[in-house]
């Protein structure tokens, strides 16, 4: 069965920290991972990686994937309160619709 | 605004109702998704829609009935609900099943309470 792992689930830090979020999968036949931040309501599109090693930058957010491994990083440097979100993480194997997992609760406080 | 719109933002029905959920995307989309999200769980795919087709019942219920009229409009139609049925239901498009550079975009949800 297809999964997508996320950790930790919660994370408390304090404002110009840096973190890493995780997510690993087991996918058949993947096709991407994508990242999304959800603050209120709509999941906002990050990030989608598809070849490992490839950096993708946006900002203090940066993500990158490792295929063999099967596992994904989310690093948010110099954190700031609005960072303040649940991540999701997503994956695209065979089937038509992507894979979530739980997410990662980050909470920055001043 | 994302471009896709739901409503209502807010709903509380009793088990015996029967109400629908509203979605519409105007950014030339062709795939369509309900997903339920619970607390604590990860979001959960419902139903998949391609050029109005259904392509995916995720062995849903059939409390929960969708309706795709258009490439541009989904509904969710709800009746005999329970209350474990409560959740976010959020909706997406995306410009083909297989999503390109920016993924799916999501609606704001309908916040759903079974009372």
């Known amino acids: 069965e297809d999964k997508v792992v996320q950790s930790p689930l919660s994370l408390v830090v304090h404002e110009g920290d840096t973190v890493t979020l995780n997510c690993s999968y087991e996918?058949?036949?993947?096709?991407?991972l994508l990242w999304y931040k959800q603050e209120k309501k709509a999941p906002t599109f990050l990030f989608m990686l598809?070849?490992?090693?490839i950096e993708k930058k946006s900002g203090r957010l940066s993500s990158i994937l490792d295929k063999k491994e099967l596992f994904s990083i989310l690093n948010i440097t110099a954190t700031q309160t609005g960072d303040s979100a649940i991540y999701l993480c997503?994956?695209?194997?065979?089937?038509?619709?992507?894979?979530f997992g739980k997410g990662t609760t980050l909470s920055v406080s001043s | 605004e994302t471009g896709v719109t739901q409503t209502p933002r807010h709903l509380v029905m009793g088990m015996t109702n029967k109400k629908s959920l509203k979605c519409e995307q105007h950014l030339g989309h062709n795939a369509m998704y309900w997903y339920k999200q619970s607390a604590k769980k990860p979001l959960e795919l419902m139903f998949v829609y391609n050029f109005k087709e259904q392509t995916e019942n995720n062995s849903v219920p059939s409390r929960f009935s969708p309706e795709c009229p258009n490439s541009s409009h989904l509904f969710l139609h709800l009746h005999t609900l329970q209350p474990e049925d409560s959740a976010l239901y959020l909706c997406?498009?995306?410009?083909?099943?297989?999503?390109?550079?920016?993924?799916?975009?999501f609606g704001s949800g309908t916040r759903l309470t079974v009372v």
């Open positions: 997503a994956v695209g194997g065979a089937g038509t619709a992507l894979i």
């Open positions: 598809t070849s490992s090693g």
């Open positions: 996918v058949t036949n993947f096709r991407s």
């Open positions: 997406a498009s995306s410009q083909e099943l297989l999503p390109g550079g920016d993924g799916y975009t």
